[in-house]
């Protein structure tokens, strides 16, 4: 069974402030994407990575794919109360129809 | 942008009922999914559809689930005989294809089994 294991589970930091959230897994994915969840509504997509090493940026957000396509990080810099959110990670293994997601990350900024 | 519609937002059924989820998937979009998540609970996967048929489902997918594409826009998940338990939001999701892109989930139906 393939797992995605995210850390930490909860964060609270002030506005400013640097964070990495992680999500680790011994399965290899041939994908994995990044989403957040505000209560009571849809996971929404964030970033794809696909290829071992790769990192992408969105505005304040870095996202990195481990060589071996068993792990991922999401790097937020200089955190803002509008980043506030759960965050999930979602892997796709090679050969499957299916999106595994992890256990998720609540992030809370504080003004 | 386009995007999934799901309907309705928010459904209310009695234990033993059944209830059909519906979704509009992204109009150019090829696989469908449906997930779930109990409050306070990780998402799960249900099931991926593919050309009118299953291509993947999950251990939660049993007998009293269904999906169907009854025309060429519509997606849904009908479960029979509702039990308590089911009680959670439901997404839908599409994506072009397969597992190496991106999907794209919908807002969501809340079902509350009484």
């Known amino acids: 069974t393939q797992l995605l294991e995210q850390s930490p589970q909860f964060l609270s930091i002030q506005e400013g402030e640097n964070l990495t959230v992680y999500c680790n897994s011994s399965?290899?994915?041939?994908?994995l994407q990044w989403y957040r969840q505000e209560p009571g509504e849809g996971p929404v997509l964030l970033v794809t990575?696909?290829?071992?090493?790769e990192v992408k940026k969105l505005k304040r957000l870095t996202f990195q794919f481990g060589d071996a396509r068993k792990d991922s990080s999401l790097h937020i810099t200089a955190a803002q109360p509008g980043d506030t959110g759960l965050y999930l990670c979602a892997g796709a293994a090679s050969g499957t129809y299916k999106y595994i997601f992890g256990t998720g990350t609540r992030l809370k900024v504080l003004a | 942008e386009p995007e999934v519609t799901q309907t309705p937002s928010h459904q209310v059924t009695q234990m033993g009922q059944e209830v059909i989820l519906r979704c509009v998937p992204i109009s150019n979009h090829l696989y469908f999914y449906w997930y779930r998540q109990i409050l306070g609970q990780k998402v799960e996967f249900l099931v991926s559809?593919?050309?009118?048929?299953?291509?993947?489902k999950s251990e939660i997918f049993d007998d009293q689930f269904s999906v169907e594409r009854p025309d060429g826009s519509n997606f849904t998940l009908k479960i029979r005989s509702t039990k308590l338990e089911d009680s959670a939001m439901y997404f839908c999701?599409?994506?072009?294809?397969?597992?190496?892109?991106?999907?794209?989930f919908g807002q969501g139906t809340r079902l509350t089994v009484v």
């Open positions: 399965s290899v994915f041939s994908s």
């Open positions: 559809f593919y050309n009118n048929e299953i291509s993947e």
């Open positions: 999701a599409s994506s072009e294809t397969g597992g190496i892109t991106e999907a794209f």
């Open positions: 990575v696909v290829t071992g090493g």
